[in-house]
Each structure stands twice: as structure tokens, then as C-alpha cells.
């Protein structure tokens, strides 16, 4: 490389990472954290773990607790099935009254699965690990800070691909270049630790990099994406489906129902309708899906009739779709509003579906 070429290269890697070092480090630091976060979370709060193992209990068995502790909350449930017969049963109630105007802050709840006794109820951001999750994912500052951290992934991509452009040998050194060796000295032995952990972690970094602006910059992420492959439009649910004062289906009935669609596959959530008569939402873990606690094959059900209004079956995408699931396994457009767009959340949010 020609020296004026290197000097320019070697300006634009030294303040790439001069201008955004600490915001990588923060980011590598909360995420690699994050990867642990039920454990965490387990371990910081010793009431929500399970004693012995159950089987879980009966979405309607849920419900049925759910409303003798909070008769007042007449929104709808997410229930989130254990993910093993250790872990608790995990629920959430979006947009409680004592949150209002903090942007997305469900009321969690974990219940123990044989006793359905309530061992925790917290609000989004009160507690450790989904501060920590703000920090990484927000910086907690809302959608500014969500902007920052998407486009901080691509300053990343852009220091990676200079610090290679820098580092690239010539044919004869490769194998040279390539040795995992230390140089004696402090600056020279930094400088081969930063080289040799670029080189070798690089492919690592730029996945992390890359997915990871996707999931902070979704409407960028699709347009691009669609640019490629058509991307299925979002099933968006209507509500006043009951009319009032008429019988509501129950929730195992319409597990029943929804499991018609796909018998093979493994019951992970329920959304129910709440007074405001939503469709009764359904997800399975199907075989070859990319995450079994975000699982993309889904059912609607009308809480009044019964009746199928839509099916999302992951593998019937376009490949825009299933390049998407394997992204996240939520990777959707954030609403302008979370009040009136964040039904379901699965389907309208980011965020929502991504704890």
C-alpha cells in the first residue's frame, strides 16, 4: 500500500476507534453479560426460582390466578410458558396505569409453575437486568439512544474493514502475518494483541456488528432486506371482536384450535384478548426455528367464534423472511406510538417481544 494511501486508511481506523472505542466497549460488555441474563437474574433474585420441577399448568389455570391478583387489570396477558421445569412462569401485562409515559414499561411478573404462587412483580426498568438491557440496547435514551447504538454498529463494520485494509499483507507474509506471536515490549506486544485479535475475531465482530445495527435500525434493516427478497407484511390484529356481555373462548380451547395448524410444535406463549376483545394470539417452537423462546409460528384466534383469522408459518416465507427470523427472531418495525400500536406486541414492536 502506497504510503499516502496508509496514512489516510490509518487516520480513518485510529478515530473510528478514538470517537466510538467506548461505546463499543460498553456494548460488548453489556451484551456479553446479557447472554447470561435469565441466570443473572436468578441469581440476584433468589424468590423467582423454582424449588422443584412442575409441569406447567394450563394457560386458563393462569389466567384464572392472574385475575384473582390483579382483578383490576382487565388489558390483556402474555403468558409465557417455562422454558424448562426449573425455570418460573413468565407474564406480562402491557401498558399498566403506573408506568404511563415511560414508553415501554410492562408490568413483568414471574409465578412458580406448580403453585402459580406470584414470586416477583416488577416494572420494566426497575430491576437489574432489564436496566442493563436499556443500557445495551437504548443507552436509556429512548429512541435516540436506539439510533446511536444501530448506527454505532456500522462505524464498527467501517473501523473493522480499515483495520484490515491497514493489516492486509502481502502473499509472501501471510503465513507470517497470520502467526498467533508476541512480540517482547509493551507497545509492540499491544500492538500484535490488537492485530491478532482483530484478525481473528473479525468475522465474530463484524456478525455481532452488522446484526446488531439490524436490530437497532429495523426500518433500515427491512427496507434493505426487501431491496433483495419481499418481506411479509405484519398481520395487524383488530380489536372489539366480543361483543359485550358474550361468552369469551377459552384459552386452552383456542391452544387446542391453534394446535391444528402445527401439532408438532412445542406451546411457548399465549396472548389473551382483555376487555378490549383482541384475538387470542398463540405461539409455537416449531421444528428448525431459530429461537424457541421467540417462536414465529403463531395463530390468531377470534375469542368470540373460534375461528382461524391468520396463520404466520416460518418456513412458507420468502427468503427476505427467513434471513430476518435468523437476525432475530423479532425483528420488526417499532410503532409510533407504544399506546395505540403495540398489539399485539409480537407483531407491531421491537423491543417488546425481544425479553
Known amino acids: 500500500m502506497r504510503a499516502a494511501a496508509r496514512r489516510r486508511w490509518l487516520n480513518v481506523h485510529l478515530w473510528l476507534g478514538l470517537v466510538a472505542g467506548l461505546l463499543f466497549a460498553l456494548l460488548g460488555l453489556t451484551g456479553s453479560v446479557l447472554v447470561f441474563y435469565p441466570e443473572l437474574d436468578g441469581l440476584l433474585n433468589p424468590a423467582i426460582r423454582v424449588a422443584r420441577p412442575a409441569t406447567p399448568p394450563s394457560p386458563d389455570a393462569v389466567l384464572a390466578r392472574l385475575r384473582e391478583l390483579h382483578p383490576e387489570r382487565t388489558g390483556p396477558w402474555r403468558i ?13 401485562y402491557y401498558n399498566p396505569p403506573e408506568t404511563a409515559g415511560r414508553g415501554f ?3 413483568m411478573l414471574t409465578l412458580d409453575p406448580s403453585t402459580l404462587e406470584e414470586t416477583s412483580r416488577r416494572f420494566w426498568g426497575d430491576y437489574a437486568v432489564t436496566w442493563l438491557y436499556d443500557l445495551h440496547y437504548t443507552l436509556l435514551l429512548g429512541q435516540a439512544g436506539k439510533d446511536v447504538v444501530g448506527y454505532g454498529g456500522l462505524v464498527l463494520l467501517a473501523s473493522l474493514l480499515s483495520g484490515v485494509v491497514l493489516w492486509w499483507p502481502s502473499r509472501a507474509r501471510l503465513a507470517a502475518a497470520l502467526k498467533p506471536q508476541l512480540r517482547p515490549g509493551v507497545v509492540r506486544c499491544t500492538y ?6 482483530g484478525v481473528y475475531g473479525g468475522i465474530v465482530l463484524a456478525v455481532l456488528a452488522f446484526t446488531g445495527s439490524m436490530l437497532g435500525l429495523p426500518e433500515l434493516a427491512r427496507g434493505g432486506v426487501e431491496a433483495f427478497s419481499p418481506l411479509t407484511p405484519f398481520y395487524r390484529a383488530p380489536a372489539g371482536l366480543v361483543e359485550e356481555g358474550a361468552p369469551i373462548l377459552s384459552l386452552d380451547a383456542a391452544v387446542s384450535i391453534a394446535r391444528r395448524e402445527f401439532p408438532q410444535g412445542e406451546l411457548r406463549w399465549v396472548e389473551t384478548p382483555g376487555a378490549a376483545g383482541r384475538p387470542i394470539s398463540v405461539r409455537f417452537h416449531t421444528p428448525g426455528e431459530p429461537g424457541r423462546r421467540f417462536p414465529r409460528a403463531q395463530v390468531w384466534i377470534d375469542p368470540s367464534s373460534g375461528a382461524v383469522l391468520q396463520v404466520r408459518e416460518p418456513r412458507a416465507g420468502s427468503a427476505g423472511d427467513g434471513f430476518m427470523a435468523w437476525m432475530h427472531p423479532c425483528t420488526t418495525v417499532r410503532p409510533s406510538a407504544w399506546p395505540a400500536a403495540c398489539w399485539p406486541a409480537s407483531q407491531a414492536c421491537c423491543r417488546p417481544c425481544c425479553w
Open 80 to 92: 409465557e410458558l417455562p422454558l424448562g421445569p426449573q425455570r418460573p412462569l413468565m407474564v406480562r
Open 192 to 197: 500484535d494483541l490488537h492485530v491478532l485479535s
Open 105 to 107: 414499561a410492562p408490568l
